[in-house]
């Protein structure tokens, strides 16, 4: 599904920069096809070596033009004028022209950053990732492993950013070049057919400059966004029209000091004003546990089993109630604090 995707954009783009460039090469392709037009019916009618028709004399012209002439030098000399004309004439257009509309059609490599605007606008109902870093990275690669499509903007300031913007191009995400904060850059990744803004530079003034420029461009337009500060994201969030204002302190924090002080604990984080953990339990020979269903340990401890990991291997998301647990089973539940260390206890 999603090479086909990529077909369908990479085709829909091609075509579209293909008509950017006849539109911005027209003057030189009508003069080329005029001087081959004129050429064809010049020969046509005073060629009299041969009787030639129509094929035969737009063939010859086109001879002219690369210099190999297939028709023989005419003793007229009305004849004579487009063997001396064409060649001249189409040298100098096709070689300054038409050589270099190839070029720029089928390397994309000379013209990178407009490729990559135009492959842009072949998306609709996307994601717009602002910033890459090593978080706007995670996004992008997050977003794709879930279906979602992906156009990204970013500055090109370090090496590092350079090299994850590369590896999301050879992923096929267009990634544009330019401040996410210029209404023009917004546009070219199509902000006002996205569906979603993650906003992840390091900057927080800077994170909600582009979403506010995001939020006039498309009204409908789900926007997140990453700020250092707590009581700044809450404020972005409450006052500014912004969906989710992450603070990545307050993501991080409670995971880390969750992982400290709790063996089994994974990951912990907040809904609302309420903290939860996320933990691991092994279902070791002889424990209690052994015999009880999913429904026992949810019922008697308070908690959410949310993944059963069997000893084969076998995954069992969100398990029925009555579901037993065995030996060397893995146990992923979700409760508060409090509930998760009573069980680990």
């Not at 010049?42 to 002219?64: A, N, P, Q």
């Not at 297939?70 to 300054?96: C, H, K, Q, Y």
């Not at 409908?220 to 707590?230: G, N, P, T």
Request: charged residues 20%.
């Amino acid at each position: 599904m999603k090479s086909r995707h990529r077909i369908q954009h990479l085709v829909k783009a091609f075509w579209r920069d293909a008509w950017v460039l006849i539109r911005q090469f027209l003057p030189s392709l009508l003069a080329f096809t005029i001087l081959v037009v004129t050429g064809s019916l010049w020969l046509l009618f005073f060629y009299g070596e041969k009787r030639l028709d129509l094929g035969e004399s737009v063939y010859g012209t086109l001879m002219l033009v690369f210099l190999n002439p297939t028709l023989d030098f005419p003793a007229s000399t009305v004849a004579r004028i487009p063997f001396f004309m064409v060649p001249i004439l189409g040298v100098g257009i096709f070689s300054e022209a038409i050589i270099r509309f190839g070029i720029l059609l089928f390397a994309k490599s000379y013209r990178q950053e407009e490729w990559q605007k135009v492959l842009a606008s072949t998306y609709r109902g996307h994601t717009v990732v602002a910033g890459i870093g090593r978080v706007g990275f995670r996004a992008c690669q997050e977003l794709l492993s879930l279906g979602n499509e992906v156009v990204a903007i970013s500055l090109s300031d370090d090496e590092e950013t350079a090299y994850l913007i590369q590896l999301l191009r050879d992923q096929g995400v267009p990634v544009l070049i330019g401040d996410a904060r210029r209404v023009e850059v917004q546009k070219d990744a199509r902000i006002d057919q996205a569906r979603c803004l993650l906003v992840c530079t390091g900057n927080d003034l800077t994170n909600l400059e582009i979403a506010l420029t995001a939020r006039e461009i498309n009204s409908r337009l789900r926007i997140v966004v990453r700020l250092f500060s707590d009581a700044l994201a809450e404020r972005a969030a409450k006052f500014l029209g912004i969906d989710v204002a992450v603070s990545t302190s307050a993501l991080a924090a409670p995971s880390m000091v969750a992982s400290a002080v709790r063996q089994r604990t994974a990951h912990a984080f907040y809904v609302g004003e309420h903290l939860f953990h996320i933990a691991e339990l092994l279902v070791d020979e002889g424990s209690p546990l052994v015999g009880q269903t999913v429904g026992d340990l949810e019922e008697r401890h308070h908690i959410s089993v949310v993944l059963l990991r069997r000893a084969e291997g076998e995954m069992v998301h969100h398990p029925r109630p009555e579901v037993p647990l065995k030996t060397n089973d893995t146990v992923v539940l979700i409760g508060s604090p409090e509930r998760v260390a009573a069980l680990e206890q």
